[in-house]
């Protein structure tokens, strides 16, 4: 089954302890992207990579890295968890000719809770 | 900068009746994708429908139809014949065709479906 696996579904931290989200996808995707979803502002890119070794900002990327090593993996990480980063997290994948059809394949989504 | 903008944040339609969303948005393009997804409480983030912009016959999947102003940068969401299931956020979504990596949502708007 063509799915985005991303990991855990839940997850409650304390401030300043390094946490990844895992993301892996299995249709042989170019581009994958990290969102976050809260209420009233929709999803926002995070960041975003266009193949391996290939990534750049989205909108909101200040206090999270990511990184593409493999094309199937794409995990984020926030080196230091501050509470403002509670939020609903979706790993999303596409590829060219994707967005005509079936737009992005979105994970589960990570609700993340930061005290 | 390409914005997307859903004026109603909270809608109520009886089942069996017929709701339109609204969304607009703001670009400088002239061939872009337009989609509607659907985030149900399993926070699933699902396709309902999507537009090419140089394809002016509005796009219809079953009980949802799009009403597509490209003059207007409109573009509303038609629920006919509501159900229990359809109760869920919905996302009115916008990319750029060259922009495989970046799809830039709405706020969203929650649909109740009243029984």
């Known amino acids: 089954e063509a799915q985005v696996t991303q990991n855990p579904r839940y997850l409650i931290t304390v401030t300043g302890k390094k946490l990844t989200v895992t993301c892996s996808q299995n249709m042989n995707h170019e581009y994958m992207s990290w969102y976050r979803q809260d209420p009233g502002l929709g999803l926002r890119q995070i960041y975003y990579?266009?193949?391996?070794?290939?990534?750049d900002k989205g909108d909101v990327p200040e206090g999270y890295k990511v990184s593409r090593k493999e094309k199937r993996n794409f995990p984020l990480i926030l080196e230091s968890p501050s509470p403002n980063q509670t939020s609903l997290y979706f790993c999303?994948?596409?590829?060219?000719?994707?967005?005509?059809?079936?737009?992005?394949?979105f994970g589960s989504g990570t609700r993340l809770t930061v005290v | 900068a390409q914005t997307v903008t859903q004026s109603q944040p909270e809608m109520s339609v009886q089942e069996a009746e017929t709701v339109t969303l609204s969304c607009t948005y703001d670009?400088?393009?002239?061939?872009?994708?337009l989609f509607w997804y659907k985030q149900p409480p399993s926070r699933q983030m699902i396709l309902v429908i999507r537009?090419?912009?140089?394809?002016?016959q509005n796009a219809t999947e079953n009980r949802f139809s799009v009403n597509f102003q490209k003059a207007a940068k409109s573009f509303s969401l038609k629920i006919s014949d509501s159900q229990l299931g359809d109760a869920a956020m919905y996302f009115c979504?916008?990319?750029?065709?060259?922009?495989?990596?970046?799809?830039?949502f709405g706020p969203g708007t929650s649909l109740s479906v009243i029984p």
């Open positions: 990579s266009m193949n391996v070794e290939v990534t």
């Open positions: 670009t400088s393009e002239s061939d872009y994708y």
């Open positions: 999303a994948s596409s590829s060219p000719g994707s967005l005509g059809g079936y737009g992005y394949t």
């Open positions: 979504a916008y990319a750029i065709k060259t922009s495989y990596d970046k799809v830039i």
């Open positions: 537009q090419e912009a140089y394809k002016q």
